[in-house]
C-alpha cells in the first residue's frame, strides 16, 4: 500500500513539474505573418513577357517584363503626324517680312543721303520729312505684319495643345505597360504567366519583405496591463531536437477590443475565452516562415 502510494505521488508531483514547465516556458501563443502586396496590371493586353518566379527575391524599380503595346503606340504615331501638320502651318515670319525690311533698309538709306543733301543746303526740309515719313510708314507695316504672324503661329501651336496633352498621357500608358517591381521583398504567388491577357487592375504576383515578420499572439485580460508596445520580448519557435530557437521581438501593436480565443491559439490560461491580439515585429534570420508557430516570454 506504502509502495503504491510512493509511486502515485512520484506521477502527481511528474506531471506538477510537467505542467508547470509548460506554463513557464511561454505567456502567449501565435503564428508569424507578413505584410503581403498584391502588384496588380495597370495596362490592359497580352503579356509579352514576364520574368519572375515564386521564391524570387526583388528590389524597388526592378523590370520584370511588359504588356502589349502595339495599339497604344500606333495611337501616339497618329497623334504626332496630326502635330506636325499643325506645326508646318505655321508662317515663316522671317520669310514673309524680309521684303519689307529691304525697303524700309533703301528708306533709311534715302533718309540718310536727303540728310546730308540738307545739311549742305541743297535740298529742302521738306524732302527730308518725306523721306522719314517713309521709314515711318514701312516700320509700322512691319510691326503690323509681325504681329498677325505672331497671331496666327500662337493659334496653331494651341491648337496641338489638345493632342500634346493626349500624347502625354499615351505616354503614360506606355510606361505602364511595362512591368516595374515597387515593392521590395520576396514574391510568394505568382498569379498570371507570359502569353496570358490582363486587364487594369488585375493581381500579377504578391510580395512580402520577408526581412521581419509579424507574429500575432493572444493574451488573456491579465496578461494586458503588463504589455506595451515598444516592449523587448522573447519569441520561441520549434528547433530540432526538441529545443527551441530564440528571438527578440518587439511590441508593435496591441489590440483595444477582446476577441473570442481562436481555435488553432493556445494560450496560458486556457479558460480564457477572451483575449487581446498583439503584433511583435522579430528579425528574420531565414529560418522564420509565414504560417510557423510561435511562443511568447514577457
Request: net charge negative; glycine share 6%; with cysteine.
Amino acid at each position: 500500500m506504502t509502495k503504491r502510494i510512493q509511486i502515485v505521488i512520484a506521477i502527481s508531483l511528474l506531471l506538477v513539474v510537467s505542467c508547470s514547465n509548460g506554463d513557464d516556458r511561454y505567456d502567449a501563443s501565435g503564428t508569424f505573418e507578413a505584410t503581403e502586396v498584391h502588384i496588380a496590371s495597370e495596362a490592359n493586353g497580352t503579356i509579352e513577357q514576364l520574368d519572375l518566379e515564386e521564391g524570387q527575391v526583388l528590389e524597388i524599380g526592378q523590370y520584370l517584363g511588359y504588356i502589349d503595346s502595339t495599339q497604344t503606340y500606333l495611337q501616339k504615331q497618329q497623334l504626332e503626324a496630326q502635330v506636325n501638320v499643325l506645326l508646318n502651318r505655321r508662317p515663316d515670319i522671317a520669310l514673309q517680312l524680309s521684303s519689307l525690311e529691304e525697303q524700309l533698309r533703301q528708306a533709311k538709306r534715302e533718309q540718310q543721303r536727303i540728310q546730308n543733301l540738307v545739311n549742305g543746303k541743297a535740298a529742302p526740309q521738306k524732302a527730308l520729312d518725306d523721306a522719314t515719313s517713309q521709314v515711318d510708314i514701312i516700320e509700322n507695316q512691319i510691326k503690323a505684319q509681325k504681329s498677325t504672324l505672331s497671331i496666327s503661329t500662337a493659334s496653331l501651336v494651341n491648337e496641338t495643345e489638345p493632342l500634346q496633352a493626349q500624347i502625354r498621357q499615351l505616354n503614360d500608358k506606355l510606361e505602364k505597360c511595362k512591368i516595374i517591381n515597387k515593392v521590395k521583398g520576396t514574391v510568394l504567388t505568382k498569379f498570371v504567366e507570359a502569353n496570358e491577357a490582363t486587364v487594369q487592375g488585375m493581381p500579377l504576383y504578391s510580395i512580402a519583405n520577408l526581412d521581419e515578420l509579424i507574429l500575432r499572439a493572444y493574451i488573456t485580460g491579465e496578461q494586458l496591463p503588463n504589455v506595451k508596445i515598444g516592449q523587448k520580448i522573447k519569441v520561441f519557435t520549434d528547433s530540432s531536437s526538441d529545443d527551441f530557437k530564440t528571438y527578440e521581438g518587439t511590441v508593435e501593436w496591441v489590440s483595444d477590443k477582446a476577441e473570442f480565443t481562436p481555435k488553432t491559439i493556445q494560450t496560458k490560461d486556457e479558460r480564457a475565452n477572451l483575449v487581446y491580439a498583439v503584433k511583435i515585429k522579430v528579425p528574420n534570420d531565414g529560418y522564420l516562415k509565414i504560417g510557423m508557430y510561435g511562443e511568447v516570454k514577457f
